[in-house]
């Protein structure tokens, strides 16, 4: 082989490489691995999209479980959560995860229309 076959075949390495780094670097932005929580207080338990921009966050505040409701412009609270439903629950989310935590949310979804309906 010659030097420039040398060169080229160095530079399309080089090339390669390049793209694989950007394209894992996006990949571990868009999945939020490396981000640092400073908050000591507040931990997201659970997120169900449900659309573009708009879904359910089970979140943990200090020593309380809430179901907020995110849209792109608003985040509301749908309602405390009780936490030994979760637990209670947990076991089956372990062994059944995509199925239970649907059913959960199901399950969330009619107590938050019931809910509605009281007031």
Partial sequence: MN???VF???LWAMALVVALAYFAARLLKKIGW???SQAHYLQQI???PLGPKRGIALVQIADKTVALGIT???ISLLMEVDEEVIARQAPA?????ETTLSQ???DLWHKIRRNEGKS
């Fill in 3 to 5: 030097s420039v076959a």
């Fill in 8 to 10: 080229l075949n160095f």
């Fill in 34 to 36: 490396g981000r640092v």
């Fill in 46 to 48: 659970d997120y169900l």
């Fill in 72 to 74: 792109e412009q608003n």
């Fill in 93 to 97: 989310i372990i062994a059944m995860q």
């Fill in 104 to 106: 959960f949310a199901e």
